[in-house]
Nanobody
């Protein structure tokens, strides 16, 4: 069974940091582009960051550029999202996903999804 499992979410004060992880199992994702999305209550799921299969290329939403860093370790079949200088508007459920091509910013381009991890940033 193919699974993506996110972890690392939690409650943090504004200005703080969190590191999310996305562990893949069931098959290797080393040939897939990977992405992070988030969804706040009452809002649509939005793109956050994407990384190419090799990890050489990354792409970010303007709202997180300079604060978030996406990376991957293909040997561990894991993708990460380092989030610094967090703001209350970053509060959302964060999802990782796999896509055939890079970069992709729409949800319909991703064919595997995790269940999400909650990130809450207090002011």
């Amino acid at each position: 069974q193919v699974q993506l499992v996110e972890s690392g979410g939690g409650l943090v004060q504004a200005g703080g940091s969190l590191r999310l992880s996305c562990a893949a199992s069931g098959r290797t994702f080393s040939s897939d582009a990977m992405g992070w999305f988030r969804q706040a209550p009452g809002k649509e799921r939005e793109f956050v960051a994407a990384i190419s299969w090799s990890g050489d290329s990354t792409y970010y939403a303007d709202s997180v550029k300079g604060r978030f860093t996406i990376s991957r370790d293909n040997a561990k079949n894991t993708v990460y999202l380092q989030m610094n200088n967090l703001k209350p508007e970053d509060t959302a459920v964060y999802y990782c996903a796999a896509a055939r091509y890079y970069p992709r910013v729409v949800t319909t381009s991703y064919h595997y999804w995790g269940q999400g991890t909650q990130v809450t940033v207090s002011s």
